[in-house]
C-alpha cells in the first residue's frame, strides 16, 4: 500500500506537467470539490451570523472564496470600478463563458447584492445549500411562466430592500467566441424596478480555457465594468430596446478587450 501511494505521488506531478488532458480533469475536479469544501465552511458561518437565508451572507461567501483563483492559476485585470454602483436597488449583467465565472463575480460582488441562478443548482450538494443562504435566488429556465413570477416578485424585493441583482442574459453557458443573442428577463426587471443596469463583461477565456481540447492552463481574465444605463421613465415597451442598446455595446466591448475584431452576429434579443 505504501508503495501504491508513492507511486500515485511521483506520478501526479509527471501528468501535470505532461498531459494538458489530465492537467484540464484534474483542476476541473480540484475546483468542483474545493468549492464544496469551501460551502461547508460557509453554512455554519452564514446560519450563525445571519440565522438563515440572507443576502448579507454573501459577504462570507465572496470573502472565502476570492483565494480560489490563485489554486488555479488566474488572475483578474478589473477595470471601471467607478461604475460599480454598490447602493441598490441596481442590475448588474454580464456575458456567461463558464463555472469559472463564479470567480469574477466574488471578485467585484459589492455588498447586498445576489444573482439569478438555474434551479437544478439548488440540488448542488454543500453548494446549493450555501447559495440558499447568501440569498441566490432560483428560477427554472424550462417555465417560462414560473421564470416571469419570479423576476416580478424580485423586482419588488429589490425596491422594498434596496438590493443589486446579478444576471447572466445570455441565460446559459457560451464558449464560442462571441455573445449569445440576450433574453429579456434581466431588462424586464430593471424597468420594473426602475433601476439602473451596470454591464460588466469577462474577455474570452479561449487563451487558457478550452473545453472541447480539454485544455486548462493560467491565465489573465480582463473584466470591464461599463457605465451604468438608466431605467428611470421606461416601460415594457422600452424592453426590447435597451436589450439592443446593452447586447451591443457588451458585445463589442468583449471583442475590445478579447483581442478579436468586430464581426456581425444576428439579431440581439429572442
Not at 452564514?46 to 470573502?63: A, H, P, Q, V, Y
Not at 460599480?84 to 455588498?111: A, Y
Not at 419588488?156 to 438590493?163: A, E, S, V, Y
Request: hydrophobic fraction near 45%; aromatic fraction near 12%.
Amino acid at each position: 500500500m505504501e508503495a501504491l501511494w508513492l507511486f500515485l505521488l511521483l506520478l501526479l506531478p509527471l501528468l501535470l506537467w505532461t498531459s494538458d488532458t489530465f492537467v484540464f480533469y484534474f483542476k476541473k475536479f480540484f475546483y468542483v470539490a474545493w468549492m464544496m469544501v469551501l460551502a461547508m465552511i460557509a453554512i455554519p458561518i452564514c446560519i450563525l451570523k445571519s440565522g438563515g437565508r440572507d443576502i448579507e451572507n454573501m459577504r462570507i461567501i465572496r470573502f472565502l472564496v476570492r483565494h480560489v483563483k490563485y489554486l488555479l492559476g488566474l488572475r483578474f485585470e478589473v477595470s471601471g470600478w467607478e461604475h460599480l454602483q454598490t447602493d441598490g436597488p441596481f442590475v448588474i449583467i454580464s456575458n456567461h463563458q463558464s463555472s469559472l465565472d463564479v470567480l469574477g463575480l466574488m471578485e467585484i460582488l459589492p455588498d447586498r447584492c445576489s444573482t439569478i441562478a438555474k434551479k437544478e443548482l439548488l440540488y448542488a450538494g454543500t453548494v446549493g445549500i450555501v447559495c440558499w443562504l447568501g440569498g441566490i435566488i432560483f428560477i427554472n429556465r424550462k417555465k417560462t411562466s414560473d421564470a416571469k413570477g419570479v423576476m416580478s416578485d424580485t423586482a419588488k424585493i429589490m425596491l422594498k430592500d434596496k438590493i443589486g441583482l446579478w444576471v447572466f442574459p445570455e441565460g446559459t453557458r457560451n464558449q464560442k467566441g462571441d455573445l449569445l443573442p440576450f433574453k429579456k428577463g434581466a431588462f424586464h426587471l430593471a424597468v420594473q424596478a426602475q433601476a439602473p443596469i451596470i454591464p460588466i463583461v469577462f474577455s474570452s477565456y479561449s487563451n487558457f480555457y478550452l473545453r472541447k481540447e480539454k485544455q486548462f492552463k493560467s491565465g489573465t481574465i480582463k473584466l470591464k465594468v461599463l457605465p451604468k444605463i438608466e431605467t428611470k421613465g421606461m416601460t415594457s415597451e422600452d424592453v426590447t430596446s435597451l436589450a439592443d442598446q446593452s447586447y451591443a455595446l457588451m458585445r463589442s466591448t468583449f471583442l475590445e478587450i478579447s483581442g478579436q475584431p468586430p464581426q456581425s452576429n444576428g439579431p440581439s434579443h429572442h
